[in-house]
Nanobody
C-alpha cells in the first residue's frame, strides 16, 4: 500500500521559514517524479513546485519562485519543501504527490498525501 505522509507544517509569522517533509512508503520514491501542491479554503488546488525523479530538474510556480526550494533524499524515500520569506498568502494545506510521469503542474498525479497545514500571519 502506497502512502505519502507530510509533516513540518505549523504557524509562522510573515518573513519566516518552514521546512515541509514528505515521507513515502510502499513505493520506490527514487523512481517517481514528485510535486508539492497547496489548497486554501474555498480555492482550487494550486501547484507549488515539482522535482524530477533524479532531482536534477525542478519547476516552480511563479508565486513561489526564489522563495521555495524542493529537494529529494531518495535514499530515505523523502522529499522536502524549504519555504523562506513566507507571506500570508502562502497559508494553505500543503500536499505532496508522486507519479512515474513528469507531470509538472498537472493534477493527474497517481499518489497523494493528506496534507499539512501552513499558516502565515502578518
Amino acid at each position: 500500500q502506497v502512502q505519502l505522509v507530510e509533516s513540518g507544517g505549523g504557524s509562522v509569522q510573515a518573513g519566516g521559514s518552514l521546512r515541509l517533509s514528505c515521507a513515502a512508503s510502499g513505493l520506490t520514491f527514487s523512481r517517481y517524479n514528485k510535486a508539492w501542491f497547496r489548497q486554501s479554503p474555498g480555492m482550487e488546488r494550486e501547484f507549488v513546485g515539482a522535482i524530477a525523479w533524479s532531482g536534477g530538474t525542478t519547476y516552480y510556480a511563479d508565486s513561489v519562485k526564489g522563495r521555495f526550494t524542493i529537494s529529494n533524499d531518495n535514499a530515505k524515500n523523502m522529499m522536502y519543501l524549504q519555504m523562506n520569506s513566507l507571506k500570508p498568502e502562502d497559508t494553505a494545506v500543503y500536499s505532496c504527490a508522486a507519479d512515474s510521469t513528469w507531470l509538472r503542474e498537472s493534477l493527474e498525479y497517481d499518489y497523494w498525501g493528506q496534507g499539512t497545514q501552513v499558516t502565515v500571519s502578518s
